[in-house]
T-cell receptor, first 114, second 110 residues
Framework: ETGVTQSPTHLIKTRGQQVTLRCSSQ?????VSWYQQALGQGPQFIFQ???????GRGNFPPRFSGLQFPNYSSELNVNALELDDSALYLC?????????????FGPGTRLTVT | GDSVTQMEGPVTLSEEAFLTINCTYT??????LFWYVQYPGEGLQLLLK?????DKGSNKGFEATYRKETTSFHLEKGSVQVSDSAVYFC?????????FGKGMKLTVNP
């Protein structure tokens, strides 16, 4: 069974640029959620995708957007990067068929905005 | 709104010491409760879970009981090891999202 994978591992961008982060869900999972984890903080929910549509969103501006593909993989796009966007971005997959809806996390992408 | 409050630490213990990390939550419904662990430089790993009142989650010597009357899900381990050094997050959630506490960094010394 393949776990959740994310790419790239690290990324350095300049303020105002755009970035795309990628996530492959665990085998058998059809739902992908994205979280932002600032240094020393707990993860904050950005949004979730199910059946290629956004299915819930946290308190993040529209410049944070996403996609889910037919194979359940997903992308997180951030436009007009700000210094405060520097964080670890975590992708988590889960299955709607599961009663518990436990989420399994990837290793994350460390984004640094300078 | 939904929230999770947990001990933030950092905490340093000696090997074989007893560990308790307090966690309380506020929720409009009856969420599932989780403990996740994050080792240095890694993502989050699910440590244990509980889905309803009085359920006890357990894994790797860690335990936590879903207490609806006190809205708590405290994590305990009777004898910690050096390899337990990590950041521990309490979380609540349902089908849509997880709400996390701020995390507690644990260091266990030999």
């Amino acid at each position: 069974e393949t776990g959740v994978t994310q790419s790239p591992t690290h990324l350095i961008k300049t303020r105002g640029q755009q970035v795309t982060l990628r996530c492959s869900s665990q085998s058998g999972h059809n739902t992908v959620s994205w979280y932002q984890q600032a240094l020393g903080q707990g993860p904050q929910f950005i949004f979730q995708y199910y059946r290629e549509e956004e299915n819930g969103r946290g308190n993040f501006p529209p410049r944070f957007s996403g996609l889910q593909f037919p194979n359940y993989s997903s992308e997180l796009n951030v436009n007009a990067l700000e210094l405060d966007d520097s964080a670890l971005y975590l992708c988590a997959s889960s299955s709607r068929a599961s009663r518990i809806h436990e989420q399994y996390f990837g290793p994350g992408t460390r984004l640094t905005v300078t | 709104g939904d929230s999770v409050t947990q001990m933030e630490g950092p905490v340093t213990l000696s090997e074989e010491a007893f560990l308790t990390i307090n966690c309380t939550y506020t929720a409009t419904g009856y969420p599932s409760l989780f403990w996740y662990v994050q080792y240095p430089g890694e993502g989050l790993q699910l440590l244990l879970k509980a889905t309803k009142a009085d359920d006890k989650g357990s894994n790797k010597g860690f335990e936590a009981t879903y207490r609806k009357e006190t809205t708590s899900f405290h994590l305990e381990k009777g004898s910690v090891q050096v390899s337990d050094s990590a950041v521990y997050f309490c979380a609540q959630g349902g089908s849509e999202k997880l709400v996390f506490g701020k995390g507690m960094k644990l260091t266990v010394n030999p």
